[in-house]
């Protein structure tokens, strides 16, 4: 398994094609947006450029990958020779079901499908190809160069090879894989969003302030990052999608997003892609400070 197509060109996606055309893959990253993959190679090569800083590559391995790594807008060309495919679309369902189709026409027999969602139901994506064996869930985390977790989700009919191959493969990326089943939010989002989402609930009723929030849970609870600056850095678009496929999933009203969240979604506050989410973000990244809409709360 040599030949690898990542779908879409935002972060998850650039970081995906950076960590395979790291290790030895020849990657096509393909995005419908020109522009989208202008701005992935800009920063697939600052994020080379700062291993190499840290003495991690060399100028030599970061000319390498960047060899191994094409682009393109036309998906038939994209997959036509790829063993495998890793789908990094936008987080909508509808989306993913209507791409996984049009994959499945167009890749080889012997291509696996995987998806990078955080919560969508594999089982529903591979319910809409003719190879429910070979679709699977990879799940990487964010963002991809550093973090070594790959959550592996086995769909229905998820066949033991495929799952064994994508292990294999998360292991040649120098990532820990580790397996588990098809259920809403899987195993990372199932527990980190009811949190993110308790954390947004504390500030909604009063309990407590932003930064109180985020430093009770930073010295506390030794995380690195306060949930409320997580969930920025997340998108808080994206935690709210992910949130309505749990509650919708489960059923169960202990899942359901906060009103301010649900809010601040609909204001366009969406965390670091806008600048200002619960805290607002300057060109410099190390100026954070915490929202004007949140400082006398």
Same mark, same amino acid.
């Given at each position: ?126 319910? =809409?190809?003719?190879?429910?064996? &070979? !679709? %699977?869930?990879?799940? @990487?985390? /964010? #963002? ?93 678009? =994206?935690?709210?999608?992910?949130? &309505? !496929? %749990?509650?919708?999933? @489960?059923? /169960? #009203? ?44």
């Amino acid at each position: 398994m040599n030949n690898i197509t990542v779908i879409g060109a935002r972060t998850m996606g650039n970081g995906i094609a950076h960590v395979f055309a790291q290790y030895g893959f020849n990657v096509v990253l393909f995005d419908i947006s020109a522009p989208a993959l202008d701005k992935a190679l800009v920063t697939i090569h600052k994020n080379f450029d700062r291993m190499i800083e840290k003495e991690k590559i060399t100028e030599a391995d970061k000319s390498n990958a960047i060899s191994r790594l094409s682009t393109s807008t036309t998906l038939s060309e994209a997959v036509k020779k790829a063993d495998l495919v890793v789908e990094a679309a936008t987080e909508n369902l509808d989306i993913k079901l209507n791409l996984f189709k049009e994959l499945d026409q167009l890749t080889l027999p012997t291509c696996i499908l995987a998806t990078n969602t955080s919560s969508i139901s594999i089982t529903k994506i591979a319910g =809409v190809t003719n190879r429910p064996d &070979k !679709v %699977i869930g990879m799940h @990487f985390m /964010n #963002p991809v160069p550093v973090m070594k977790l790959v959550e592996v989700i086995r769909g229905y009919s998820t066949s033991d090879h495929v799952c064994h191959q994508i292990f294999s493969l998360a292991q040649r990326l120098y990532k820990v894989p580790v397996e588990v089943n098809d259920y809403p939010g899987f195993i990372a989002n199932r527990i980190l969003m009811p949190m993110i989402n308790e954390a947004i609930y504390s500030l909604y009723e009063g309990v407590a302030n932003v930064e109180e929030i985020d430093t009770i849970m930073k010295l506390g609870m030794a995380h690195p990052m306060g949930p409320l600056q997580l969930a920025d850095f997340i998108g808080l678009d =994206v935690c709210l999608a992910i949130l &309505k !496929v %749990i509650h919708d999933g @489960f059923g /169960n #009203p202990k899942y359901a997003p906060c009103p301010l969240l649900i809010n601040m979604v609909n204001s366009k506050k969406l965390g670091v892609k806008t600048k200002e989410g619960f805290y607002q973000y300057m060109d410099d990244p190390k100026m954070v400070i915490v929202s004007p809409k949140f400082k006398n709360s």
